[in-house]
């Protein structure tokens, strides 16, 4: 055990988000990435999604180092939930630093000063055993990376997340020199973004998206408004550079887009001509011709500043007839309805909307097969690893990797918690540790586990019923009337009859019962059960409470 | 008023789903069909919507017939619904017709006898002061009509579901000369199609998925088993074809989609060579290369045949690694997510999983926009009113109207339960009758509003406390302890302390409280909401019920 390496995903792997890898040779353990991810439509009321540190928790002081690939949520955000209980430097680009140390500062307080380490491209950081070398990579936000990780065993890819960019609109243009040459001594194993693993051909690059915002800023009668994530700093070059171009000022509403910029820009990420950046009031004031408003919620999220203007309910950006909205991105899977009803109360308040694929306004920041089979030929691994991506995207990668000549047996279709050891000889699953979801609900982690969730599905369903059944506590007898509270489940002006039915046949369940507080439980609950399947069918939860008076 | 027509659209309009249209001429209704909607994420529990009858309600002797343009649910689906309430004749073609009898007779019992009758492109039928021209549109189901109506303010015409597929696998080619023929003589009105709206270019013939389809059949290792709508019997046509070719023969899961399957069948509209066939014991017992199954679930409803065959809960049909699955169709918006879940579970089953874009295995029914001009051109009509679409898909169709020559001010984008009065000198909207939704749930109709689905929405996000508080009738102080109850709030073994923390932030509410009912509320519910937010930053609803004793 000791002489092998050791790759523990603890998310990313099943699924899109919250990814995070741990390395560990002996006891020397690194990570790369510690992400979140945002709740799916079935995880009720849930925040936040995190990794497992199950495994980490009696290990804690293996940690050598966090190495973070690029500056995105979804490889960040749940740094703050390890640090609460890990301590250990932060290794990454300039950016990526100036960004999670924000984020840190968000959540510690302003004080609170991370053990931050920059690297750059060429680099050959020693962190415990390993050496890292971080080669630029593209993707859609500035100073991404892909890592080559020596250790004891051999070297290691690792992709980040990435397309292949080679115009891209901010950052460094891929490597790819790079990336062959530190190949070139022999790769052992190869980690990469299955993302797009379902796309055909090359992702195109961010720069084809300038003819469209081009004629777009050029014919637009009044001012343009663009929605796009708040991260995609690439997008935000971009449309600065265009805009310029028509002599119109870019002004930023939605609190996360302004930091990032203003951050960017701060660090030199951003080219920001002298006068190209205005304040939103004095956006307001100016010639709608003269404006460009980049804003948040391109995900109809319903908080954001974009979902606010569709409804008319903005405080700062009320929207008219002269205005043309861009919605710069493609719904996430979950948020097509969203994304519709926004764009539905769009169309009656603006000039013009325009959105994928009504016009070429949005380009993935992942790669797609053509890319992916470029990495692989350029890595040429001795043993392939999908990581990224939910299971049919991880199955599609380890196919393409096959299509190009990777034995079947070199490839592991690995899940989140698997734990792969990888020696010069083979690779083998030998072990499993927890790898399952972390909720995060408002202040509490980890305390709403399925069963609450469940508990909510089935109340958002049909709502429930409780029932405050009142007994002596000397003779067992029922003391008094059963109280009957609903909610969710009938409107309550038509619904007087149904619950004066419901009172009756709980009180004939009870009067029949035996006297046990679970007989009249167990009978308060049959009987209202049955009692609204059989009139209304429907299921509401239903919840006695035998009191002793 | 007695000599003008009004157009009342009471769904359909600012939606996918629930089509109907009233055509109103003096006291005499025609009704063009009656569909349902399937509710969107939002509407928490809600099994079907369907439109408002409310205008319907002091005019039920003016019904003078109802005409269904084709045989999908959202067309057809609210008629035992409507037909509790009014009594008239159904008009429609002889599949129409058959489907509809049965889901008649489903509802309201094997011996119900509704009043059809059948017609057919080329008749002209009059109901009332109307005429109808049906005229046969290719769609995604054979038997689907353009309307034609004569009134006596003039002729006006309405699309129904169409596309225009010159090579269809089953049913007539669209007859776009009897179009031309009934538009000779000046159309007042066009209602039509808006659902492919954002569609640049012609929708694919179904024929096109032919090359696709033909190489799946011929090189898979075993069984093939394509999942698509259970009403597209264009697509079960072609697949009865090829699977012909290579020696397969086709079995069908899925209760709806045998029924229909028969239902055509018997009629003639399904072409089934003798022994093409098989039942579901049969298929299992064939060898996997002669085999093709048709299956519901395409849209991953859980409860359908393909969901549980991915779940392996599939009674009868357990997959396997020589079965190749095709998903043909494309997720209904909402629906991204379950369909997802779906596939990464079967490419873990199956030998290979296909869907759209992996392989050309789907085109939709309705129209693109190069075929809504076509449409527009043929008929050139005085007035247009888009229908069948979301906003944005009426806004859309309108916009290519206008861009055809069409005068804005001829182009009226309403509203479901608007009025729009329609004469040869002018069209305008002259008052507003009930249009919103209609919630089925279980038995009740109606009977679920906003109000209960905020509470729904409450409960899914936070779960819910309820409190009950025992007070002395006569002294109006607490007699006994509190009892709290709380579901989907937190998980209980991790809760206590929450819990405990909560019982006595209510106590001491309770004790500074004045000595009525509604104070004892009022305080309970503040406190206890204050405290869930403050220790777990969480907002259950409070449901404080104060009992005298």
């Not at 028509?246 to 990420?269: D, H």
Request: with cysteine; proline share 6%.
């Amino acid at each position: 055990m000791v002489n092998k390496l050791r790759f523990i995903p603890l998310g990313g792997l099943g699924e899109i988000g919250r990814n995070m890898t741990l390395f560990e040779y002996g006891k020397n353990i690194l990570i790369v990435d510690v992400g979140v991810m945002f709740p799916e439509a079935d995880m009720l009321g849930i925040d936040l999604v995190i990794p497992n540190f199950e495994y980490l928790r009696d290990k804690k002081d293996w940690v050598r180092g966090i190495v973070i690939t690029h500056g995105h949520e979804d490889h960040t955000g749940a740094l703050p939930y390890l640090l609460k209980e890990i301590n250990a430097p932060i290794f990454s680009t300039r950016l990526v630093l100036a960004l999670v140390e924000r984020k840190l500062r968000e959540h510690f307080g302003r004080k609170y000063a991370a053990d931050l380490r920059e690297i750059n491209g060429g680099d050959a950081v020693r962190i415990g055993p390993f050496t890292v070398h971080p080669v630029p990579l593209s993707h859609s936000i500035p100073d991404s990376m892909a890592l080559a990780i020596d250790t004891p065993v051999g070297r290691v890819m690792h992709s980040g997340d990435f397309k292949i960019d080679f115009t891209p609109t901010a950052g460094e243009a891929p490597n790819l020199r790079g990336i062959a040459a530190l190949a070139a001594e022999g790769v052992l194993a190869l980690f990469a973004d299955s993302t797009g693993a379902e796309r055909a051909g090359f992702t195109p690059s961010e720069k084809t998206l300038e003819p469209a915002f081009d004629r777009i800023m050029r014919e637009a009668p009044g001012r343009v408004i663009v929605a796009s994530f708040a991260s995609q700093l690439n997008r935000l070059q971009l449309l600065i550079d265009i805009s310029q171009r028509y002599g119109r000022k870019v002004a930023i509403a939605g609190r996360s887009m302004a930091q990032n910029f203003e951050t960017a820009r701060k660090l030199g990420y951003l080219k920001v001509p002298k006068g190209a950046h205005v304040r939103l009031e004095t956006a307001n004031k100016m010639p709608p011709k003269q404006v460009t408003m980049m804003v948040t919620g391109s995900q109809g999220q319903p908080e954001a500043a974009l979902a606010r203007m569709a409804a008319g309910t903005h405080r700062d950006i009320i929207l008219n007839e002269t205005d043309t909205v861009v919605i710069s991105s493609n719904p996430i899977p979950g948020n097509e309805e969203e994304v519709a009803r926004m764009i539905n109360q769009l169309v009656d308040r603006a000039h013009e909307v325009v959105y994928p694929p009504l016009a070429h306004v949005h380009v993935s920041g992942h790669a797609s097969q053509e890319e992916m089979k470029l990495l692989i030929s350029l890595v040429q691994p001795r043993f392939f690893v999908p990581v990224h991506g939910e299971r049919r995207h991880l199955h599609f990668h380890a196919r393409l990797a096959e299509s190009m000549g990777i034995p079947r047996k070199r490839i592991f279709e690995v899940q989140n918690g698997d734990i792969l050891e990888i020696g010069e000889d083979g690779c083998k699953v030998v072990d499993k540790t927890a790898g399952g979801y972390i909720f995060v609900d408002g202040t509490g982690v980890g305390d709403i586990g399925p069963r609450v969730l469940r508990e909510r599905d089935a109340l958002a369903k049909s709502g429930f019923v409780t029932v405050f059944i009142p007994i002596s506590k000397k003779s067992r007898q029922l003391n008094g009337k059963p109280h009957m509270v609903t909610r969710g489940v009938v409107y309550s002006e038509q619904a007087d009859e149904v619950l004066k039915g419901a009172e009756s046949a709980l009180q004939t369940a009870l009067k029949r019962s035996k006297r046990s507080k679970s007989a009249y439980e167990t009978n308060a609950r049959d009987a209202l059960s049955r009692y609204f399947y059989q009139t209304i069918r429907r299921r509401p939860m239903i919840v006695p409470v035998v009191v002793e008076l």
